[in-house]
């Protein structure tokens, strides 16, 4: 069994900056990509940035430039740096880690922008 934990959500200003952290823990052999995805009241979840295990990053285009992902392979974890956000970044954050044969979710952590 594999657990997900997040923690780094909250309330903050337009401009302003969260970091959200993600732990794996439980039976993991290796974990190949890990990332974040988002959804927001009315919307579609979607994919935010990932990190492959080689390193290869993505981004969604809305949050380029502005967000970093990175990731801890010692300790199983995957960060997301969010800076300069916006009031339409405002959702629930969800972190991911693909370990074989399946993809494992987090609980997901609010995030609030106001504006």
């Known amino acids: 069994q594999v657990q997900l934990v997040e923690s780094g959500g909250g309330l903050v200003q337009a401009g302003g900056s969260l970091r959200l952290s993600c732990a794996a823990s439980g039976s993991i052999f290796s974990i190949n990509a890990m990332g974040w995805y988002r959804q927001a009241p009315g919307k579609q979840r979607e994919l935010v940035a990932n990190n492959l295990r080689g390193g290869t990053t993505n981004y969604a285009d809305s949050v380029k430039g502005r967000f970093t992902i990175s990731r801890d392979n010692a300790k199983n974890t995957v960060y997301l740096q969010m800076n300069s956000l916006k009031p339409e970044d405002t959702a629930v954050y969800y972190c991911?880690?693909?370990?074989?044969?399946?993809?494992?979710w987090g609980q997901g952590t609010q995030v609030t922008v106001s504006s």
């Open positions: 991911t880690a693909d370990i074989f044969p399946r993809r494992y």
